[in-house]
Every structure is written in C-alpha cells, then in structure tokens.
Nanobody, 121 residues
C-alpha cells in the first residue's frame, strides 16, 4: 500500500510560481510511475504531468514549458514546479501513484487528498 500527501498549494498572483510536493510512504518501491492531476470546479480531473521509473515525462499541452515534474530516486517525493502561473491553472492538484502489478494484472492507483492552487489577483 502507498500513502500520498500533497503540500505546497496556496494563493499566488498571475505570473507567480509554486512548487508542489507529494510525499509517498508505504511500499514505494513498487511505484512504477507518478503523476500530477488537477480538477477545477465543474471540470473533469485531467492529467497535468507524469513521470515514470525510467524518468520519462509527459505534460499536458496547456502546461508545457511552464511546469516541470521531478522525483527523488526512491520515490519518496515527487514535485511539480509551476512557473508563469495563469488563472486557468486554478484547481485542486492531486498526486497519483501507479504500481507494478507483478504479473497479476492492472492495479488500482493510489491518490493523495489534493492541495488547492489558486491563481488570482
């Protein structure tokens, strides 16, 4: 089992920066990939950024060039550096962990509780 706790959210002005952190505990050695997702009021939850155990990264088109996902080598923490923030980035940001299935089939991912990011003047 994996527990995820996000932190670092808050209120920032447009053009500002925030660094989100996801602290992972439990059987973190079984993590194969982790991602940041966000959900704004009335919107579906969407992928923001993802990083694999091989350090391959993927980003939503809306955040490319502005956000950077990174991780500690042992998956203790995953980060999302957010620069040049826009009001459209306002959402609850969630951390998600995908686990190795060890040949037993797909496993349900683990989600954190979320952290609020508000970009406003």
């Amino acid at each position: 089992q994996v527990q995820l706790v996000e932190s670092g959210g808050g209120l920032v002005q447009p053009g500002g920066s925030l660094r989100l952190s996801c602290a992972a505990s439990g059987t973190i050695f079984s993590i194969n990939a982790m991602g940041w997702y966000r959900q704004a009021p009335g919107k579906e939850r969407e992928l923001v950024a993802r990083i694999t155990s091989g350090d391959t990264t993927n980003y939503a088109d809306s955040v490319k060039g502005r956000f950077t996902i990174s991780r500690d080598n042992a998956w203790n923490r995953v980060y999302l550096q957010m620069n040049s923030l826009k009001p459209e980035d306002t959402a609850v940001y969630y951390c998600k962990a995908d686990l190795l299935d060890y040949g037993l089939g797909p496993r349900a991912p683990f989600w954190g509780q979320g952290t609020q990011v508000t970009v406003s003047s």
